[in-house]
């Protein structure tokens, strides 16, 4: 990263990089992006097919509670990753194991666990506040470029390489079930199997995500790129590599907007607010072409 760092600062003092690309928290930020993107985007995906939006969005909520117990054990406010991924992954098993266990509707039963999340998270974060700087949990809650360290750069790169890896090995196995469990059953798959990797994704994709687009936002940054991809594509193929294309691009203009601008934005809902423009657009052009 060093390295990385100093070309940059080079292209900078010679001209061919603006003034914002001289401060190192930025480059830092910008890789983190250049993983976050296509993780969230390639994830997304599969959140739409299977609609489990409002999962999604539950396991970001989780991340809350995680954080603030993960504080009040003593770890470090900006970086809390054991209890963030442990919550999480407990979370979204237990959710998961409820439900493949019981009648209750699964919406129903999403937004039973998304409330109880985030009324644990709510009273946590009153004891939390007692004992670190207001504006940490800030950074933690809706992302923040500042906070985004060469450690946290080796953790996004660990866990993008395993999503990698897995989509290398199982992405058309992942995709057959999520598509038709009972033609994937049919090809010897186990599509249960395969959901309970879906939720482990989403934990670490949501550890991985909560420095730049924050706790609460990961899920908007999940469903909204991934939602507007599939208003303007026609196939499987398309929407997935639209929405990578996407959701990359949403992380990489919200991070660097903000700065050129001088706005007090945070990274995270600068990142979902040019997501939702995206969607907005594509919503009107979808209106305007059934007019035509």
Not at 140 to 165: H, K, N, P, Y
Request: proline share 4%.
């Amino acid at each position: 990263m060093e390295a990385l760092r100093n070309w940059v600062f080079q292209l900078q003092d010679e001209g061919v990089l603006p003034g914002i690309f001289e401060y190192g928290f930025l480059i830092n930020a910008l890789v983190a992006a250049l993983i976050i993107g296509p993780l969230l985007g390639g994830m997304g995906s599969l959140v739409v097919i299977k609609r489990l939006a409002f999962f999604s969005e539950a396991v970001g909520h989780a991340a809350l509670t995680g954080i603030a117990i993960g504080i009040l054990l003593g770890e470090p406010a900006a970086h809390p990753y054991a209890s963030l991924f442990s919550f999480c992954l407990i979370f979204a098993l237990l959710l998961h194991w409820i439900k493949s266990r019981t009648s209750v509707p699964y919406d129903a039963l999403v937004g039973v666990f998304l409330a109880v999340a985030i009324a644990m998270g709510a009273a946590l974060l009153l004891w939390v506040a007692r004992k670190v700087n207001i504006h940490i949990l800030e950074n933690v809650l809706f992302g923040s470029i500042l906070t985004v360290q060469d450690r946290d750069l080796f953790i996004l790169a660990v866990i993008g390489a395993i999503c990698l890896l897995l989509a290398i090995m199982f992405g058309n196995q992942a995709l057959l079930a999520s598509l038709n469990p009972e033609l994937a059953r049919v090809n010897g798959i186990n599509p249960r199997l395969f959901d309970y990797v879906f939720v482990v994704l989403i934990a670490l994709i949501t550890v991985a995500a909560v420095k730049i687009a924050g706790a609460i936002l990961v899920g908007a940054m999940l469903l909204i790129p991934a939602t507007t991809a599939r208003l303007i594509t026609n196939n499987i193929r398309q929407f997935f590599w639209t929405n990578i294309v996407l959701s990359t691009v949403c992380c990489i203009v919200g991070i660097i907007l903000p700065m050129a601008l001088d706005l007090p934005v945070p990274s995270g809902a600068s990142i979902v607010l040019l997501a939702s423009l995206a969607f907005v657009v594509a919503v009107v052009c979808n209106r305007i072409r059934s007019f035509v």
